[in-house]
Every structure is written in C-alpha cells, then in structure tokens.
C-alpha cells in the first residue's frame, strides 16, 4: 500500500528540518576545522628526515693539468657545485621551466597538485604539479614513488623547507640533484656530458635546454629522440626562454638572437681504462698520504686537479706504444706477454709529475709499474754512489780524492779493498777495462769501479744520500759493497725523484701528482715540492757532468738527441730489469721495462722484445729518446747550468759507434794491446793522460789464463757490452 500525500510531504520537511543552510555551512566549517587540525598534526607529526641514500652520493673528478676532464670515479655521477658557480640567466632558465613563481610560493601549488592529482586519477597520465621546492624534496629527501602517501609528505616537506631554507638553497639543491640524463646527475655532470664545459660556462641557450630536457631525459636528449621528441623538447625551449622574457630575465631582443644549441653526441664516462685508472690510483696514494681517508674519497665530491700535461701525457703513452708494444706479441707469444713497462716524467723545477705510465692498462694489468717498488733499480744507483763520494769528499784507498778523472781498476771479478764484507762483483761480459777513469766507469757502466767506489765513500753514507735524494725503503738498503749495484727495490717515481734532485743542483725535488684537491667541505694543501737542499750543488753538477757522457758517447747513446741530456742506464740481476733514467734542463724521465709472469712472479727479459738481454741501453732509452723529444716539442736549446769540481773524465773524446742502433761488436784488441801494461796503454784524445809519478795507480792484479782484456781506447757498443750475449747474474 503506497504512502498518502500527507506522509510524503511530512518526510520532506524532516529532510529539510535536518539539511537547513544553517547547519551546511556550520558542518562545512567544522569540516574545514578538522581537516586544518588534521594538517597541523600532520605538519608536526612530520619530520624533515635526513637525505636519501642517494642525494648526497657525489663521483669524484679527476683532471688534468688543463683543466679537462681525465677521469670520474664512483656509484653516481654527480658533482655538486655552489649556485655562485652558475651563471645567474641558467639559474633563472630552471625557475622559468618549471615554477615561474618560485621566489614569491611559500614551496607549494595547491592548484597544481589539485590537477595533476586530479589528471592521474581520471587517466590523462602522470602530472607532475609540483613547485621548484617540492621536486627539491622529492629527490633529496624522499623517494620516486607515485604513492598518495609520499605525495602528502612532500607536500609538508616541502612547507617546512621553506621556511627554513634560503630560495638560493633550494634551488642550487634541486640543480644539484636533478637527473639529466646520459648518467649525468646534477648540473655540473649535465653540463659536461651535453656540452663538455663546465656548468660556470653555460650559455642561457644551453642552460634553457638542459631546464627543458628534465621533464623527459631520454625523451629530450636530442642526439637520441626521433622527429616528435625533437619537435617537442625545441618546443619547450622556446617556452622556457619565452617565460624568461615574459619575467623580465633576458632581453626580448638578445632572446630572437638565440639559436637552438645542439648538445654533442654522447660519449662514454671517463672511467678507469688504459692510464687512468693508474693514474687515479696514484693520485688517491697521494691525497691519503697527504691524511685524507679513504672513506672520504668512496664518499665522493671531490675536484682533483692533477700535475698531468694532457700532450706529455699522450706522448709518453705514443712512445712506449712505438718503441715497445709495437714489437711484441703478447697474444701468441708467452714470453713477450711477460714484458712490463712503466714510466714517471717529472718537471725539476716544480716537481709536477707530468705524465704517467703505468702499463698495458688498468683494467688489463692491476699493477701500477710506475710506483711499484719490487724491482731493482740496479746501475741507475751508480750515480748517486758517485754523488756521495763527491758530496762526502771521499777518497780512494790510497788517498787520491774522487773526481770524473780519478783513476780505478777496471779489472772483472776484482775483490773489494777496504771492506769487511767481502765483494768481487763481475763486469757485463765479463770484460776487464784496467785502469779507468770514473767518467769512463760511468760511460761503460764498470761494476768493478763502483763496488770500490762505494767501499771508498762508505756504504752507508752512500745509504744515506740514497734516502736523501728521495729512494724510500731504508729496511731495504743493505749498507754494502752490493748496494753499489742497485739491489735494493725503487720504482720510476722514486728514480726520477731522485734524479730530478740532480737536475737541481742538489735541492729536493719531491715528485708531486696532485696540483690541488677541493671538496665543498675541505681543501688540501699540495705536498710541497721542492725541499732544502740535500747535497752539494758542485757534487749534484759533477754528477750530472758524468751522465752527460753516457748518453754523448756511453750506454745510453740511443738517448741522445736534440737537446742537452744526462742519464745512467741499467739492468738488474737476471736481466728481470731494464732501466733508462735521463734528463734534460726541463724534463726528467725514469723509464723500467720489468720481467713478471701471469702470477706475478719476477722472470727474465732475456729474449723478449730482442735476442739476448733486453739492457736498459736499449728499449728504455729509445722510449726514453722518444718520448723526451716529442714532449720538447721535437728538441731544445736549453743547457745545463753546472758548477762541478772541475775534474774531466775525458768522455768526449771517445768515439762514437758507427750505428748507435746496432749492438754490433767492438774491434778485437790487437795482440800488443791485449798484452801492454797499463803505462803503455795508448791515451784517446782529449782524456786524462796516463798517470804521472805523483799518482800511484791500484796495481793489477794477475789475470787468469786466457782472460781478455778491454782497452779503454775502444768503445763498448751501447750498455758496455761488445756483441757478446751473456745471461748470466749482472748488476748492470
């Protein structure tokens, strides 16, 4: 039975009675109440929480001397930068792009959340609505999650930040943080990935576009998107540049003058391939050294500028590539597989390392060869013997003071006078030189002279000048008769150190691969690099006055070029070493070729990259030659300042072989020669004369049947040997 009228009519005035306006509107305001009370608990109960796992993380960048990039390090390829490193006009090109009102909002648009909230819902897509500040809070604080939750929290986030933070904070944290695309996160990663500059040297037309491509990364990276994507990230251009123009931020006239800046094509990260890789480890020993941690370098952020010249850089890697790899087979051949080569190149008036070489590459070969010290240094330690006698004003045995023109016994296997330790070294083949002057010694690299000579001065003051010059490991210094001969261990970085403190005339020379290293937390301070002096300079001069000679007319005459040079060649024990350590006016060099095997275990270089021994008077100097020459710019006129002892050795009138190249043998001694005593030895032009009454030569000692014996008057080929292969334990 259907209601009456009467009943009907009674219902809608109940429903009247109960929805009147007045009761609306004071529902609607107690509504209002409880959602603004539900926002205050909400705002409080909200904490500003520390930054995400991500936001903070920061790639350290490495540099060469230039100022381009040589490598980045790390999980994420970040490096943030002050907004004062930004031009203002890039600044404004984000406000533009994305939230023209960002210096008047309190960090949230209402409307704009409303209607992306509001599109999301209704299927027109993903909305983005959110100011400057909510998207800074978003990547720093919170996660990309797409949830209503995350969103609410932004929003109170947001609120608090901007209240508590200046404009000029949020914006530099959003540029900072922002993913670009091409791995680049933060402006100053973008900047370099799509237009290799800084981001201080952003234009507003490239500023405008990497403010444009953030709302579509890999949609609006230009060298990638098709037709439409293009289109659309152009379009978005102009509309940035238009909202500056319309803002008051870039003249309208300056505006139609801008063209569409291209960004070039993507390249791969700078990562820890061939040098790089060597050279950053190298570096990052430095920094800890220096008492940065190592947690602070993992942790990133940090701007290293190194001491590398890009060209010598390339130079050296070109030499070793030419005179070494190009020879060898490392793929079909075991034993060349075995050779190692590592190079340091240091500026002696600076101490800057220059260039590095490290090996076949860091991803390939672990080991840095350039710092590594497991390998001896053999006879390039004979100089600073000879800078010992000369600093310490040593004297022989029979009380002739040491000089280039000092007297010695050449004679192979010749024991030792003057010391407990009994020590009989033999010279390379064998050969037995009689008596020599030291400049010949040093030229031929004659065991038997240095052994004595170390005796002379006293092994451990030779220690000491060792340690002083800048060689490292004192545990490992025998003070010896043997140490003569270079059998403690050294690494190219150390010998050029050493070397580069001659090349100053005596004053420290500390080699030095970081130039600076700036955090946005911290600085530190460079390793200072030049020192007091260590010797004297006449013994530094004298010094580098004797290796002038090798390299004019001894073993390491494949060195020679275009320039004034100094050096000392050697070869360790078991040929397992190879060395040429040289330098110029400008330029010091330390170049090892080391046997090592596949688990790394020291082998021979014998028949590697020649037949026979493979002598630091031959690939080392070519390397060295190589290199020294393109890094001089083909040659130099620059000369040595000396002020030595005024002692001559009288290397420049020996002869100079007819094929610098070869490894030819000398001419055979004649019978007269082979059987003259030492006065009737003929004297080469320009050298000491013989001996007068007033200076007493050691006596020879007899020489068993059969041994020859080597004139001074005839020139071993390069590294002192005359074409005879002998594998046998040297300390060449």
């Known amino acids: ?183 680049a996160y933060g402006i100053q990663a973008a900047a370099q990935a799509f237009y290799g ?75 820890m391939s061939g040098q790089s890789g060597y050279i950053v480890e190298a570096a990052n020993a430095e920094l800890l050294r220096q008492g940065v941690s190592e947690e602070d370098l993992k942790a990133g952020g940090w701007t290293i500028t190194l001491n590398i010249d890009e060209k010598k850089q390339k130079s050296l890697v070109k030499a070793v590539d030419q005179e070494l790899e190009a020879k060898l087979d490392r793929a079909a051949d075991k034993k060349d597989a075995t050779v190692q080569a590592g190079a340091t190149s240091v500026d002696p008036k600076t101490g800057a390392v220059v260039a590095m070489y490290g090996g076949i590459g860091a991803t390939e070969h672990w080991t840095n060869n350039a710092t590594r010290r497991d390998y001896q240094p053999a006879s390039t330690y004979k100089p600073i013997v000879l800078a010992s006698a000369l600093d310490n004003h040593a004297v022989t045995q029979d009380g002739r003071a040491i000089g280039l023109g000092t007297i010695y016994d050449g004679t192979s296997k010749r024991k030792v006078v003057g010391s407990p330790i009994p020590f009989a070294p033999e010279n390379e083949d064998g050969q037995n030189y009689g008596p020599v002057t030291v400049q010949k010694a040093t030229n031929s690299s004659i065991n038997s002279v240095y052994a004595q000579m170390i005796v002379d001065v006293g092994p451990a003051k030779a220690k000491q000048t060792g340690l002083a010059l800048g060689l490292k490991d004192g545990a490992d210094f025998g003070a010896n008769p043997s140490m003569s001969l270079g059998v403690m261990g050294a690494s190219t970085v150390d010998m050029a150190g050493a070397y580069a403190t ?115 008077g031959k690939t080392p100097a070519e390397i060295w030659g190589a290199y020294t020459t393109s890094a001089l710019g083909g040659g130099s006129s620059a000369s040595f300042d000396l002020e030595t002892d005024g002692t001559s050795g009288g290397d420049t009138g020996l002869p100079t072989p007819t094929d610098s190249a070869s490894d030819s043998a000398s001419p055979t001694p004649t019978a007269t020669e082979q059987s003259a005593t030492p006065t009737q030895r003929p004297t080469p032009t320009g050298t000491t004369p013989p001996p007068t009454a007033t200076e007493t030569i050691p006596p020879l000692p007899p020489l068993p049947t059969g041994t020859k014996t080597i004139d001074p008057t005839i020139q071993p080929t390069p590294d002192g040997n005359t074409g005879i292969v002998d594998t046998r334990p040297r300390g060449q």
């Not at 691969?513 to 301070?525: F, M, N, P, T, Y």
Request: proline share 3%; with cysteine; charged share 25%.
């Open 197 to 271: 500059v800084d981001a201080g040297k952003l234009t507003v037309a490239q500023g405008a576009y990497l403010a444009s491509v953030l709302q579509a990364p890999s949609q609006y990276d230009w060298t990638s998107a098709g037709p439409e994507g293009r289109k659309l990230v152009e379009a978005r251009w102009n509309y940035v540049l238009d909202n500056m123009v319309e803002e008051g931020w870039l003249d309208a006239g300056k505006r139609a003058g801008l063209k569409f800046p291209v960004p070039q094509k993507p390249k791969a990260p700078k990562g």
């Open 502 to 616: 001659l090349d100053n005339h005596g004053v420290k020379v500390t080699p030095t691969l970081v130039k600076s290293a700036e955090h946005k937390d911290r600085k530190v301070d460079p390793v200072k690099s030049i020192g007091e002096r260590v010797i004297s300079r006449e013994a530094a001069d004298t010094t580098t006055k004797a290796m002038q000679g090798v390299v004019r007319s001894g073993s390491g005459i494949r060195a020679a070029g275009d320039y004034e040079a100094a050096g000392k060649t050697g070869t360790s024990e078991n040929n397992r070493s190879a060395w040429f350590v040289g330098y110029t006016p400008e330029l010091v060099t330390a170049v090892g070729l080391f046997g090592e095997d596949v688990k790394g275990n020291q082998v021979t270089l014998t028949d590697t990259i020649n037949p026979g021994r493979a002598n630091g």
């Open 1 to 183: 039975m259907g209601r009456t009228g009467k009943g009907r009519a009674g219902e809608r005035g109940r429903i009247r009675r109960l929805f009147t306006w007045k009761k609306l509107l004071g529902t609607f305001f107690v509504g209002c109440l409880l959602v603004m009370g539900a926002g205050y608990v909400l705002y409080l109960m909200v904490p500003v929480p520390t930054a995400n796992a991500d936001a903070t993380l920061q790639s350290n960048v490495y540099k060469y001397a230039n100022g381009k990039v040589l490598a980045r390090t790390g999980k994420i390829n970040r490096e943030i930068v002050g907004l004062d490193k930004v031009p203002l006009d890039v600044q404004r090109s984000f406000v533009a792009a994305e939230n023209k009102t960002f210096y008047k909002d309190n960090g949230v648009d209402i409307k704009g959340t409303v209607r992306a909230a509001w599109n999301t819902l209704t299927g027109k897509g993903k909305q983005g609505g959110s100011t400057i500040t909510q998207q800074y809070v978003k990547n720093y604080y919170l996660s990309q999650d797409q949830t209503a939750s995350r969103k609410l929290k932004e929003i109170v986030i947001a609120l608090k930040v901007d209240q508590n933070m200046d404009k000029s904070e949020i914006l530099a944290g959003y540029i900072n943080t922002s993913y670009y695309g091409r791995s």
